[in-house]
């Protein structure tokens, strides 16, 4: 089992920063991809952003040139940086951690964004 422990979430106006950290734990040897997903009120879970171990970040349409995904192999932490936010980036804010081959992967317990106009 691998543990996932998400923080940084919070209120901002728009045109606002923040900054999410998560630490992963437990049986992380074979943990491949780590990323992000976000999901709003009545509407489906989507991918923000994710990244390989030594591989190139992926970034969903809606955030490309916004938000930047980093990671610490280390330190076993996956963040995100969310630049000129927007109220539609409200939403629960998910970290994700997959070893090879699987879909879907650990979940955290999420975190709240909101974006105020």
């Known amino acids: 089992q691998v543990q996932l422990v998400e923080s940084g979430g919070g209120l901002v106006q728009a045109g606002g920063s923040l900054r999410l950290s998560c630490v992963a734990s437990g049986n992380i040897f074979n943990i491949n991809v780590m990323g992000w997903y976000r999901q709003a009120p009545g509407k489906q879970r989507e991918l923000v952003a994710s990244i390989r171990r030594g591989g190139s970040p992926n970034y969903g349409d809606s955030v490309k040139g916004r938000f930047t995904v980093s990671r610490d192999n280390a330190a076993n932490t996956v963040s995100l940086q969310m630049n000129s936010l927007k109220p539609e980036d409200t939403a629960v804010y998910y970290c994700?951690?997959?070893?090879?081959?699987?879909?879907?992967?650990?979940w955290g317990q999420g975190t709240q964004v909101t974006v105020s106009s």
């Open positions: 994700n951690a997959k070893p090879p081959g699987v879909l879907i992967g650990y």
